[in-house]
T-cell receptor
Framework: KNEVEQSPQNLTAQEGEFITINCSYS?????LHWLQQHPGGGIVSLFM???GKKKHGRLIATINIQEKHSSLHITASHPRDSAVYIC????????????FGKGTHLIIQP | DADVTQTPRNRITKTGKRIMLECSQT?????MYWYRQDPGLGLRLIYY???????NKGEISDGYSVSRQAQAKFSLSLESAIPNQTALYFC???????????FGPGTRLTVL
């Protein structure tokens, strides 16, 4: 079983819909990251969470440490939001670097 | 100019060849990472470096070596490339005490 699981793996929605991507993890963490990978391959960091909730524009990320679960929400989705969204965790203690989920491929249709 | 650059961006090579992928950063970060991405598997950590004198193996270091020539440069070598090393390779940087990692644009490597 992967230490970081994302769902769904693929999601196609219509422009304007509210989008939710989920991430569950099975290890102790010090932080959780949400990343966006563009169709051209580049990866950018969207959020880093250790507790609670963060908002940036139309993106909202939440984390529940007790349940080992995080969600990424996109409000008023737009075709330019089409990308792969990746959840990654920084383990508490141990090796540096991130442990990644397999990603959620999101397509927003006009 | 990009803060984290990778060269080459694309490379096709043959089994048994030695290959070096290079990463440079202008962010002044002390920590640098090499990851590989395979379809359906997500990114996995190959090596990471805390500074010029500190190199550490990651999850999948077999078949790879690295060199931290300077704080700004971190190279990944495949001594004898094999087809299952065909992947997208990413370099990333981070400043100690901060959590955000900054990724390079990636190098697409194909080993025939």
């Amino acid at each position: 079983k992967n230490e970081v699981e994302q769902s769904p793996q693929n999601l196609t929605a219509q422009e304007g819909e509210f989008i939710t991507i989920n991430c569950s993890y099975s290890v102790g963490i010090s932080a959780l990251h949400w990343l966006q990978q563009h169709p051209g391959g580049g990866i950018v960091s969207l959020f880093m969470l250790s507790s609670g909730k963060k908002k940036h524009g139309r993106l909202i990320a939440t984390i529940n440490i007790q349940e080992k679960h995080s969600s990424l929400h996109i409000t008023a989705s737009h075709p330019r939001d089409s990308a792969v969204y990746i959840c990654a965790v920084k383990r508490g203690g141990g090796a540096d670097g991130l442990t990644f989920g397999k990603g959620t491929h999101l397509i927003i249709q006009p | 100019d990009a803060d984290v650059t990778q060269t080459p961006r694309n490379r096709i090579t043959k089994t048994g060849k030695r290959i070096m992928l290079e990463c440079s950063q202008t962010k002044g970060h002390d920590r640098m990472y090499w990851y590989r991405q395979d379809p359906g598997l997500g990114l996995r950590l190959i090596y990471y470096s805390f500074d010029v004198k500190d190199i550490n193996k990651g999850e999948i270091s077999d078949g790879y070596s690295v060199s931290r020539q300077a704080q700004a440069k971190f190279s990944l070598s495949l001594e004898s490339a094999i087809p299952n090393q065909t992947a997208l390779y990413f370099c990333a940087t981070r400043e100690s005490g901060e959590d955000t990692q900054y990724f390079g644009p990636g190098t697409r490597l194909t080993v025939l």
